[in-house]
């Protein structure tokens, strides 16, 4: 460990558990890195992910966006390629972009498509699924409205995911953010979160909380001070 990683971490209290203001403060103070480092929110959910009712998913629009500008391909029909151009997409088609995806590229963070188009990319869930990056309609990258789909990723929204220990990761800005942004933009995900809460959940929820920026010490979070 080198001295700056030492001395970053020997300003968490690991016996600790930090208000989200204090923990927003905190993680911009211990981030060693000279790069504008992601902050990420780690939160282990009281979940069984095996059982379908309980692989909890959904989508959050983040007040302040991710700070990283999401690069965006649409798969649609060509009466819809205009539309998805002219929202902001990165790259538009369908029968080229299947191709290279089956020959392994996946240069992309969010991937939209036409529900016409879904029996035809289908056979990508190999590919796409362990990058989650396959469409789905639950979280609204399958529409027919394909501009306003761009237009909310680019604007901050955000998929998440429970992966199978039960944990959800989440990009929620960048340590250049103020400590106000990295708070608000927190507190959006965590609330998605219990919003999505399954009924069959049984004893406590919201485990932990953990934030930490790239190659940064955890910071353990109060879980209670989020459920009202």
Sequence with gaps: MTKKRKAAAAKVDKNKFYTLKEASALVKDVNTTKFDASVDLHVRLGVDPKKADQSIRG????????????????????DKEADAKAAGADFVGLDEFITKIEGGWVDVDVII?????????????????PRN?????????????????????????????????GIIHASIGRVSF?????????????????????????????????MASSMSPGIALDAKAFIQ
């Design 178 to 210: 103020s400590p106000e942004k990295i708070a608000e933009n927190s507190q959006e995900l965590i609330n998605a979160i219990i919003k999505a809460k399954p009924a069959t959940a049984k004893g406590t929820y919201v485990k932990s909380v953990f």
């Design 133 to 165: 990056l396959m469409p789905n309609p639950k979280t609204g990258t399958v529409t027919n409205d394909v501009a306003a789909a761009v237009n909310e990723v680019k604007g901050g929204k955000i998929a998440f995911k429970v992966d199978k220990a």
């Design 113 to 129: 498509a036409t529900p016409s188009v879904m029996p035809k990319i289908g056979r990508l869930g190999k590919v796409l699924g």
């Design 59 to 78: 989508t959050v629009n983040l007040p302040h966006g991710t700070g990283k500008t999401k690069r965006v391909l649409v798969l649609c029909t060509p």
